[in-house]
């Protein structure tokens, strides 16, 4: 059967990531978060005191950049990747509310973007790959086979976002998760380097009425007619 590249992108907390994750499991393909990638740069920043109220020391960090190596690993107990900073598993510490507050200062850095691109062609070049972000479908797979961009209401992503945290024990309030949806929205669209766009090929899923299952079904749906065609 032929491999293709089936791009996922989308605004933040619209659960790419789970439905690419279920999805690279159904058809036994490989799955990276590219947002993992730039939430393990962003850890790297923080960790080193470059981030200073959203002011990132952005000469000091391109200048580490080669020192930063990114990497995924098959973890057996949640059937996932985790992802790798310099050779430590840092899939928890980058979820963290002061890693997403400011990791759209750090993926609107030229040299970063470059970079993290590069690495993600190297991934999917031999198709057979789910890799879900913001510019997949735009700049890192022009030519994927499918493309997904899946949207849904502010407050919406803000409740599961709000749900996730809260389960993992964060001390948070629902509109500090609103704004910060809303900011990095606003960051992650107008920025000049790879803005999140829908393609023009890429089919929009808005998921606020629908539920993971109906969704996933429908994206698998398009993902085996789209692998029939290839
Ligand atoms: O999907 P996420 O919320 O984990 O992404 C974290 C941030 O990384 C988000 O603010 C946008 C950015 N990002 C990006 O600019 N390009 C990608 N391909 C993936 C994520």
Do not use: C
């Not at 949207?151 to 919406?156: E, F, K, L």
């Amino acid at each position: 059967m032929n491999s293709i590249v089936i791009a996922i992108d989308g605004h933040s907390s619209t659960g790419k990531s789970t439905v690419a994750k279920k999805l690279a499991k159904a058809l036994e393909y490989k799955y990276v978060d590219t947002g993992a990638m730039y939430r393990a740069v962003t850890l790297f920043a923080l960790r080193n005191g470059w981030i200073h109220d959203g002011e990132v020391n952005t000469s000091q960090l391109i200048s580490y950049l080669p020192e930063v190596n990114i990497d995924f690993e098959y973890n057996a107990e949640n059937f996932s990747n985790d992802v790798f900073l310099n050779g430590e598993n840092v899939e928890q510490a980058i979820r963290s509310m002061e890693v997403s507050e400011n990791v759209s200062f750090v993926a609107k850095i030229d040299e970063v973007r470059e970079k993290l691109v590069q690495l993600q062609k190297e991934f999917g070049h031999e198709k057979g790959i789910v890799m879900d972000g913001r510019d997949i479908g735009s700049v890192v797979f022009p030519d994927a086979e499918l493309k997904i961009f899946m949207t849904a209401t502010a407050q919406i992503r803000a409740q599961r976002r709000f749900d996730e945290l809260k389960s993992k024990g964060e001390n948070i309030k629902y509109a500090e998760v609103l704004q910060n949806v809303k900011h990095r929205d606003d960051i992650d669209s107008n920025r000049k380097n790879s803005p999140l766009i829908q393609s023009d090929d890429a089919i929009k899923i808005d998921n606020s009425e629908l539920s993971q299952e109906e969704q996933f079904n429908m994206i698998l749906k398009l993902a085996e007619d789209r692998i029939e065609k290839a």
